[in-house]
């Protein structure tokens, strides 16, 4: 392959979409230089379990750090460059509104602004998000949809992405926004909703807690699709003739409670719902146990009550489709958890 192997080069690659990115461009013969921060508690497990660890050139780097960004696109010139880095966790931007902004917002402008300088033919792709659309102002929502968001994370978002459009217009920048809808699969974070339940249904199913799932709203409706499809998606954007904004999506929604009902249904739980608001109570027939309530602890300053995304531009243009259905996804997240916990054993 010689000088003719691309160089990608991805932040925030200890993550659920940074392990699925790097594995698809290694099985794409591309170079992948992982970023990931030296202080994070964030561990490799994730590469690990991917099996891709060792093909990966780690680098330690710093998003805050202007001078370092710099410095490695000086030395590298990616021909890609993947930000996948953020403080994603809705809830904690609330709690982290400032450390938010600066990550997910100023980060993005040190990366830009490297690229201008240092590296400017590197093709950049921005993780933007569906909670942009926040208090949804049409659905479906689609590129067109105007912007409402509602957290400290989906303003910090907001303003990345169109930093990422005014680059691509002011400088000629290949730079690709991929306003991606809520994607899921066995590497998610725990804090998650998704992998909070399933996690939570394998201990059960493993008799490793006798517990109840607590969850806060059980009404929102997500968009959920795999997120291995959608990392194909990130890459397909930044290898077309010019840059652009694409929303990825399953284009189905469902309540939080529907993935509880059909996740326990996998793990050998035959849940109804009995009460309502924050009295409402999950119970398993088979046994007669409670199975989940509600904490409102979990309860959110401002929701984003549906999201429901319309991917017929990434259809037509970048001829993208998932390929996992949400009942498909919902079981192959109960059943890995249930295998690393028989693991355990
Ligand atoms: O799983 P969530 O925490 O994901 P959320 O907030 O939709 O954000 C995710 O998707 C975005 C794309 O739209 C990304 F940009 C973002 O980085 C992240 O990946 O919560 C989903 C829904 C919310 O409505 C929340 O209120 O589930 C509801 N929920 C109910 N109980 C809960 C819980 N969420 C969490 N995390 N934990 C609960 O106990």
Known sequence: MGNTQKKAMITGITGQDGGYLAKFLLSKGYRVIGLFRRGATDTFEKLKEHGIFEQIEMVGFELMEFSNICRLMKAYKPDEFYNLAAQSFVAASWEEP????QADATGVANIL?????????TKFYQASTSEMFGKVQAIPQNETTPFYPRSPYGCAKLYAHWLTVNYRESFGIFA??????????PMRGKEFVTRKITDHFAKLHCGLTNKPLELGNLNAKRDWGFAGDYVEGMWMMLQQDHPDTYVLSSEETHPIRDFVTIAGKYAGFDITWEGEG????????????VVVKVNPKFFRPAEVDILLGDSSKAHSRLNWKRKVSYEQLCEMMVKTDIERYKKLR
């Open 176 to 185: 690709c926004s991929g306003i991606l809808f809520n994607h899921e699969s």
């Open 98 to 101: 400032i450390y938010t902004l």
């Open 113 to 121: 602004e490297a690229i201008r300088e240092f590296s400017p033919k």
């Open 278 to 289: 924050s009295q409402e109570i999950g119970v398993d027939k088979n046994s007669n146990k």
